[in-house]
Structure formats: structure tokens, C-alpha cells
T-cell receptor
Framework: GAGVSQSPRYKVAKRGQDVALRCDPI?????LFWYQQALGQGPEFLTY????????KSGLPSDRFFAERPEGSVSTLKIQRTQQEDSAVYLC?????????????FGEGSRLTVL | EDQVTQSPEALRLQEGESSSLNCSYT??????LFWYRQDPGKGPEFLFT???AGEEKEKERLKATLTKKESFLHITAPKPEDSATYLC????????????FGKGTTLSVSS
């Protein structure tokens, strides 16, 4: 597609449920990032992939968060045993070049609400 | 600790009323400073990259400038379609690939 595609756009989960958020980056983009944006805040870095390799996961807030990009294209962010503080918009971004770039193409995000 | 502070939090302008948004940053070794625009319900859209003090970039009614401690986004004769949240982000050499974002300035331009 022309842009970064994320699904689902909206997800409501009960506390304790597992969720999976999908990201389809722009075709051919090497780098893929996940960010978390709470209401009224700027995005916060979660993790970075270069092709299929997860090179930086320093922003993942706990071991309940897990991301993968097995074939170097589509990525999934999984959150286990969701908590209310996980409620946020999860943004995926991609870039044609390696990770040392700030020129990212963002998707519209997946809004997660944990009840 | 690397951080980014944007001011004001919100700004209301009349169409044609020029103004500036501020982004102050503290970072241990600046790799780059970036401006993004975010419309409600959308992801951020890249606007500019600035690498060194004194650098300027322009696009339509927007001009971004950079000093050693802050960046300004100047908006000349804004139009209602310029209404959005403007985000500033920095990338530090020691922080790897992560962008550190400010909270943004929400701009409203009325006709």
C-alpha cells in the first residue's frame, strides 16, 4: 500500500486479556519502529527492527510487551495480561533507511482501551 | 537525562497572524532535531530535520530554525488548514535509534 497500515484501529480489552496489534510498513522499508502515545503526550519509543532483527527494545515497559517481525515486513506488537495503564495509541512507523534517521512514516495507530 | 519541552501547550491565532512555537531540548550529543505535524486521530507526519545550530529549513508557510539549546517553528500568515498539533523530537547519539518527543503545541487557526 501507499502508507503504513495498522490494525485494528480500535481495540477494547478487559484487564488481563492478551492483545495483538499489527503493522504493515511501506513496502521495501528496512526499519520499523513502535511508539506508544498516551493521551495528551508525545509518542514514546518502544522498539526498533532492522529487517527481521530487533536491534533495540529498550523502551518496552515490561516483559508483558513483546514485538516481532519474523520475515522483515509485517510486525506484531503483543501485550500480555493487559493493565489499565496500557491504554494508549500504539503507533508504528517505518523508514527506507537504517535506524539513525528521524524521518519516519507513521501509521494512523491502534487505539487500545483497557477496561 | 535527555528531554524536550515545547511551549506554549496551545496557541490560538487568527488567519494571517504570524507566530512561533518553541522547542527547548537537553540532550547529550544531538544527532538531529525533527518537527512533525499530527492531526487528530492520525499519526505524526514528518516536516523537517535540523542537524546543527544555525540551520534553517522552509516549507510553504513554515520555517524551522535551530540553536544549541532550542528550535523554533515559525508560521507565517497561517491558514485554518495549518491547525494541528506540532511535535518536536530529538535523537541523541547515545540513545540509539529512539526519538524523544515533546508533548507538542496544539495550534488552532481561525478564519
Amino acid at each position: 500500500g501507499a502508507g503504513v497500515s495498522q490494525s485494528p484501529r480500535y481495540k477494547v480489552a478487559k484487564r488481563g486479556q492478551d492483545v495483538a496489534l499489527r503493522c504493515d510498513p511501506i513496502s521495501g522499508h528496512v526499519s520499523l519502529f513502535w511508539y506508544q502515545q498516551a493521551l495528551g503526550q508525545g509518542p514514546e519509543f518502544l522498539t526498533y527492527f532492522q529487517n527481521e532483527a530487533q536491534l533495540d527494545k529498550s523502551g518496552l515497559p515490561s516483559d508483558r510487551f513483546f514485538a516481532e517481525r519474523p520475515e522483515g515486513s509485517v510486525s506484531t506488537l503483543k501485550i500480555q495480561r493487559t493493565q489499565q495503564e496500557d491504554s494508549a495509541v500504539y503507533l508504528c512507523a517505518s523508514s527506507q533507511v537504517g535506524g539513525n534517521t528521524g524521518e519516519l512514516f507513521f501509521g494512523e495507530g491502534s487505539r487500545l482501551t483497557v477496561l | 537525562e535527555d528531554q524536550v519541552t515545547q511551549s506554549p501547550e496551545a496557541l490560538r491565532l487568527q488567519e494571517g497572524e504570524s507566530s512561533s512555537l518553541n522547542c527547548s531540548y537537553t540532550v547529550s550529543g544531538l544527532r538531529g532535531l525533527f518537527w512533525y505535524r499530527q492531526d487528530p486521530g492520525k499519526g505524526p507526519e514528518f516536516l523537517f530535520t535540523l542537524y546543527s545550530a544555525g540551520e534553517e529549513k522552509e516549507k510553504e508557510r513554515l520555517k524551522a530554525t535551530l540553536t544549541k539549546k532550542e528550535s523554533f517553528l515559525h508560521i507565517t500568515a497561517p491558514k485554518p488548514e495549518d491547525s494541528a498539533t506540532y511535535l518536536c523530537a530529538v535523537q541523541a547519539y547515545q540513545a540509539g535509534t529512539a526519538l524523544i518527543f515533546g508533548k507538542g503545541t496544539t495550534l488552532s487557526v481561525s478564519s
